[in-house]
């Protein structure tokens, strides 16, 4: 709860595999629009307030979804859609009594199906891919990378996929300035949350650079998404269920065939409730 002049509102802190996310509950706390980005930039500050990847603010639609899933970066700026988000929402939506076992949300790139499996885990149906370029190769520093370019939902959240054979032993501070570089790279029109993956024994192990975060994250659920539907369409695996270690735990990524296509992308894995609390941040201010 947010202390402000004698007002109080509500928050929750979640994760799903690491990507770590504070909900607001909108529909009650009516916060205007136009201050989302400065609580967003102030929560989200790790050391100095409560910190987090994202916040959430859950909110009224117009449409035939549930809610609507207003998702910010912790820097501020509005996201089309967050795949670890929306599974956490979904948990949050079930157990406030928002909305069902199955559940429609409503966001920038479009609605997204919810599916609670069990207590813990929940299956979200990612945005169809509205742009994919299979060989988008990609000069940074010197070297060219082995890029792939999706685009998730009708206003397109943008992903570049990249094979990095030595992710596992490239050094952090290397990593990082290859992913930020990518992130930023001029072909790039409006920059891309960057995913690197190798496969090791038929294992899929991914980092994901996010737009936003503007730092790697334990966990991204429209990169494994994005990364699942890159390795099918390449061909680079043969099974329409695949396994994603990320930092943070393992999601999984089931794409169903429809028309020879494989647009159907469901992304699967665990949420965590941390706690639901006071905030008596002394500089939080809006």
């Known amino acids: 709860m947010l202390f402000k002049g004698g007002i109080i509102i509500k928050f929750t802190k979640m994760h799903g595999a690491g990507n770590d996310f504070i909900i607001i509950n909108n529909i009650i706390e009516k916060i205007p629009e136009e201050k989302f980005s400065h609580i967003a930039k102030t929560l989200c500050s790790r050391r100095l307030s409560i910190g987090a990847d994202g916040i959430m603010f859950l909110d009224n639609t117009a449409g035939k979804a549930d809610y609507k899933m207003n998702f910010l970066n912790s820097d501020g700026t509005h996201g089309e859609m967050c795949g670890n988000g929306a599974r956490c929402i979904c948990r949050y939506g079930f157990e406030k009594g928002l909305a069902g076992k199955k559940q429609i949300i409503e ?17 979200i149906r990612l945005n169809k891919p509205t742009v994919f370029k299979m060989d988008f190769p990609l000069e940074y520093d010197g070297n060219k990378y082995d890029c792939s370019y999706v685009e998730l939902g009708d206003l397109g959240l943008p992903h570049l996929i990249v094979k990095l ?16 570089g990518l992130r930023q790279h ?3 029109k409006k920059g891309a949350n960057v995913t ?14 996010e737009r936003g975060v503007e730092d790697f994250t334990l ?8 990364l699942g539907f ?6 680079i695996v043969n099974s329409g269920e ?40 002394e500089d939080f201010n809006y």
Not at 107 to 121: M, N, Q
Not at 165 to 180: A, D, P, R
Not at 219 to 226: E, H, K, R, V, Y
Not at 230 to 235: G, S, V
């Open 107 to 123: 966001t920038i790139s479009g609605l997204v199906e919810g599916v609670r499996i069990d207590k813990r885990r929940y299956e």
């Open 165 to 180: 054979s030595n992710l596992h032993t490239l050094n952090k501070e290397n990593l990082y300035n290859i992913g930020k």
């Open 186 to 188: 001029k072909k790039l």
């Open 196 to 209: 690197f993956y190798f496969i090791d024994n038929e294992e899929v192990y991914a980092k994901t650079f």
């Open 219 to 226: 966990a991204c659920g429209t990169g494994a998404g994005s």
């Open 230 to 235: 890159t390795l099918i369409k390449k061909d």
């Open 242 to 281: 695949i396994r994603i270690n990320m930092p943070g735990g393992i999601l999984n990524i089931i794409l169903k065939e429809s028309n020879g296509k494989y647009e159907e992308i469901f992304l699967v894995g665990p949420t965590n409730i941390v706690c639901e609390g006071i905030i008596l941040d």
